[in-house]
């Protein structure tokens, strides 16, 4: 495959991802991950790593958008910062510990566990089950614990952490709009500490391509961001003119069956 036509596909993939996610609202890791396990494998990139690979060249990706993300609902006033505080520790060395989990696996194992995680989230959306909100927030020890949860799963599985953490963050007491805002904040130190150890954990493996650092594809990366954040707003606009249950049902019934062909794969 060309260098040119890779990165066509490349770009094509976030055009795709971002699209995807102003149009469902999702995190674009829940896209890009498995779209970059299929691109990898087209370049006949090793087996072994290819799935650390597109969840770490994923994190990467996610600290441009995420940091695009955050700044917007920043100068709208819906990040609640005592709570943001309050998770931030936890966020990071949940990340941190998430990584090195993810590095422990093997590709058919780490790739089984996503699948069954895109499947649960799936299923979420064919259920349209929503957050329950409430009305007490917890103490700092308890959010502290709830930001280890959230980053470790987040950075195991190249997310941004929307999944976990808006529901949280209802059940805290916030608003939708609020909870929304602090978690495209949270996603931030997410993707930032766990791309960075991705790199470090990465380096040095003989089978990674000579355009990678560590487990970050640079090619990937600058494709993917190029295309996804402009059209992130083409997903907005699609989400106010084509109907959206049904296209939600359609997604989900397409995540089915891509984490059905990661678990048995």
Known sequence: MSIALTLLGYLALGAAAGTLAGLF?????????????FAFGLQNIAPEVVVHLAVGTSLATIVVTGTSSAYGHWQRG?????????????????AVLGVFVAGGLSATVLGTLFGIFIVLVAIRMLLGLSPKPGSTPPGNVAMGVAGGVIGGISALFGIG?????VPWLSRCG???????????????????????????VGRGNPMLPDAATGFVMWPAFFGVVLASVPFARVGVRL??????????????LLLIVVGVRFIMS
């Open 174 to 200: 916030a608003s939708m709009t609020r909870a929304v805002g602090t978690s495209a904040a949270c996603g931030l130190p997410i993707a930032l500490a766990g791309a960075l150890t991705f790199i470090v």
């Open 161 to 165: 952490g929307g999944t976990l953490s």
């Open 25 to 37: 609202g999702v995190g674009g890791g829940i896209i890009i991950v498995p779209a970059l396990v």
């Open 239 to 252: 989400a106010h003119v084509l109907p959206a249950r049904l296209m939600r049902y359609a997604f989900a």
């Open 78 to 94: 819906s990040i609640h910062l005592p709570w943001l505080k309050a998770l931030l520790p936890g966020l990071i060395l949940g």
